[in-house]
DNA sequence: GCCTGTGAATCCATTCACAGCT
DNA sequence: AGCTGTGAATGGATTCACAGGC
C-alpha cells in the first residue's frame, strides 16, 4: 500500500485481528494474556502476536504475559483507533444502506457524515440512521464542509472509478472499495478493494477440490 | 486454507480477480490479451499473471497472448464458478438482507436457498428475492432439504460460533463468516472470515501514517 | 518455571531474465 | 519480433529456538 515502512501489513491486520478477542476477554474479567492464549483465540502463531507487537515496543512482562487492558489501549493507539473518524458513503443501494446503518462501525467510531446517490429518485430519502441521501454532485462541497477523511463506495462496478476520481479530488485521503473492480489511484493514495465474490470465489475453489478429494478417498 | 495443495492461496484469489477486467474485455470485443495487458488492469506485476495461469496449464499462445473468451472459460473452470452454488444465510439484520437481495452474488451463480433469524419479530417475513425468512432451529432441516452448501453469517458476533456449529452439523461444508469474530471449525472444513472493520482499521493505519508523514514534510 | 522479546532459519511468494515457440 | 512459460534469484513473512527477565 504505502511504501517505506517497515511494518508488514499482514501485521497491522493482525493486530486488529487481536483487539477483537481482547476486548471479550477484557469483558469477562480475564486481566492477563499469554501469547499463547491470544494466539490460539485469533488462529496464529504464538511467535506471531509476539513479533507483531514487537515491531512497536514491549507491552508484555516476560514470564507473566500482557495486560489485557493496557494491550489492547496500546493496539488502539498504533492502528488509530483510539479516536473517531469521519466517513462518507457514494451508492446507496441494499449494500450502501446496510453498511450505513451497522452498529459495529458507529461502536468503533466510524462515523458517516454523509450519503450519496446520483439517482434522482433516491435523493431526499431520510434513512434511519439520521442521514438523508444527497445528489452526487455535492460530494465536493460536503466532504469539505463536514471534513470527511474516509470515502466507502457501494455504487455498480462502471461507476466506481469516476466516484473514486471525485471523492479524492474533494479531499478523501483514503477509500473502501466494494464495486467489484479494482479502482486506480494515483500513487500516495489509500484504497482497499474488499470484493465480496472473490471471497465466495475463494471457498468454492476449496470446496470443489474437497468433494474431488473426498470421492476419491 | 486446506493444507496439500501446492498452489498459493493468493493466486486462487488473483485468478477471481483477472476473471473482472476478462469479462469487460470480451465485452468490448477485443479477442486477445497478453499478460501484460491483464496485468496492468488488476494492478499486478506480468509475470504474476503468466505464473498464477501457468499452475494450471498453458492458455496462452507465445509472441501472441491469451484469447479472453479462453482464458475466461479456463478460469471459471478451475475455480468452479462455471456452475450454480446454493447457499443459505444467518442473520437477517440489514446487512445479510443486502447480500440476500445482491445482484451480483446472483449473476455470477451464488444462489440463496434460505435465510435464517432467531428473532421470533422477523420469521416469517417475506423478502424482495422471495425467500421467507426461516426460524433458526430449522437451519438442519432445510439445509439437508435444499442441499446447501455453503453458510453465510451475518449474525451478531456472540452468535457466530453456535450458528457456525450448526450449519456444520447440518452439512454446510464452506463458511462465509461476516460476523467480526474469528469463527472456529474442526480441522477441514472450510471457512473465510470477513471483518469488514478489520479493513477500516487497516486504511486508518495508514492515514494516520500519511497525515503524520505530510505534516513533517 | 514461565513467558516475553528476538536473531537465525525456514518457508513461501513475487519478480527477474531468458529459453522456447509462433 | 513478440509474448508465453519457467527455473533461478530475490524479497518478505512466519516460525523456531533460545537468551533475557520475572
Known sequence: MTKGSKIPNPTIERLALYSRPLEALIESGTPIVSSERLAALCGVNPAQVRKDLAYFGE?????????????LREIKRILST????????????????SLVENENFRKRGYLFFAAFDSDTKKIGIRLPCGLTIEPARKIRELVRELKIEIGVITTPAHEAQRVTDLL???????ILNFAPIQVWTPECSIVENVDLSVKLENLVYHLERLYKSEKSA
Open 168 to 174: 479524492l479530488d474533494a479531499g478523501v485521503k483514503a
Open 59 to 71: 507491552f508484555g512482562v516476560r514470564g507473566v504475559g500482557y495486560d489485557a487492558q493496557d494491550l
Open 82 to 97: 483510539d479516536r473517531e473518524w469521519t466517513l462518507c458513503i457514494v451508492g446507496m443501494g441494499n449494500l450502501g444502506r
